[in-house]
C-alpha cells in the first residue's frame, strides 16, 4: 500500500478563497482522521470519521471549515472563505479499528499558506 | 478528560551520548500511550506504543520507553544517539476506559537536536 495520499502537498491561496484538501486513506482502515499543525497550537485533532460518517467535528474552528468522505477511499477538507490564519499544515491520518491500541498512520501533510 | 504534557521544547545532546525525551500523562482510567516522531516536511511516524505487560517497551531505530505509572510518565529514551534522530517527537495517550470513540491526545512535542 502507498500509504495515506495528501494532495496537494502545497497550496498558496488569496484570503477569500476557497480551498480544498484531499485524502485517500489506507484501503480497508475504518477511521480517517484530519489534524491541523502550527506553531502556536501544536497538532489540533478537527475531525473524523468512522466508516465515512463524521464521529466528532468539535476541533472545527469554525463554519468555514467543512469534511466529507463520500466514501471509504476519499476525503476532503473544504474551507471558504479561507483566512491568512487558516495558514497551516493539515495532515490526513487513518487508522484500521476501533482498538485503542490501534496505530495511526499520517500522510505527508498540505502544506497550506493563505496572503 | 486525557492529556499529555511534554515539559521540553527542545533537547539537546551529542552523537553518542544517550538521549531522553520526557513525557507526561494523565487519564482517568488505564493509558494506552505512543510516542510519534516527525521528520521536516513530513508526517508523523509511529514509533512505539504502551498497551499492557512489560513496563519497558522497545520500538523502531533503537528508541525505547517505560511506563511509569506512579509518576504518570514515558519517557523515550536511546542509548546511543545518531545525528540522524534529529526530528520532533510526539506523545500521545488513549484511555482504555474513554467511550468517546478512538480519540488520541497528542503532547505539543519535543524537538530533538544530536550534533556531531
Known amino acids: 500500500d502507498a500509504g495515506v495520499i495528501q494532495s496537494p502537498r502545497h497550496e498558496v491561496t488569496e484570503m477569500g478563497q476557497e480551498v480544498t484538501l484531499r485524502c485517500k486513506p489506507i484501503s480497508g482502515h475504518d477511521y480517517l482522521f484530519w489534524y491541523r499543525q502550527t506553531m502556536m497550537r501544536g497538532l489540533e485533532l478537527l475531525i473524523y470519521?468512522?466508516?465515512?460518517?463524521?464521529?466528532?467535528d468539535s476541533g472545527m474552528p469554525e463554519d468555514r471549515f467543512s469534511a466529507k468522505m463520500p466514501n471509504a477511499s476519499f476525503s476532503t477538507l473544504k474551507i471558504q472563505p479561507s483566512e491568512p490564519r487558516d495558514s497551516a499544515v493539515y495532515f490526513c491520518a487513518s487508522s484500521l479499528d476501533s482498538s485503542g491500541a490501534n496505530v495511526l498512520t499520517f500522510g505527508a501533510g498540505s502544506r497550506l499558506t493563505v496572503l | 478528560a486525557q492529556s499529555v504534557a511534554q515539559p521540553e521544547d527542545q533537547v539537546n545532546v551529542a552523537e553518542g551520548n544517550p538521549l531522553t525525551v520526557k513525557c507526561t500523562y494523565s487519564v482517568s482510567g488505564n493509558p494506552y500511550l505512543f510516542w510519534y516522531v516527525q521528520y521536516p516536511n513530513r508526517g508523523l511516524q509511529f514509533l512505539l506504543k504502551?498497551?499492557?505487560?512489560?513496563?519497558l517497551v522497545k520500538g523502531s531505530y533503537g528508541f525505547e520507553a517505560e511506563f511509569n505509572k506512579s509518576q504518570t510518565s514515558f519517557h523515550l529514551k536511546k542509548p546511543s544517539a545518531l545525528v540522524s534522530d534529529s526530528a520532533l517527537y510526539f506523545c500521545a495517550v488513549r484511555d482504555m476506559n474513554n467511550n468517546a470513540g478512538n480519540m488520541l491526545t497528542f503532547g505539543g512535542g519535543t524537538r530533538l537536536m544530536v550534533k556531531p
Open positions: 470519521f468512522n466508516n465515512n460518517v463524521p464521529i466528532d
Open positions: 504502551y498497551i499492557t505487560g512489560d513496563n
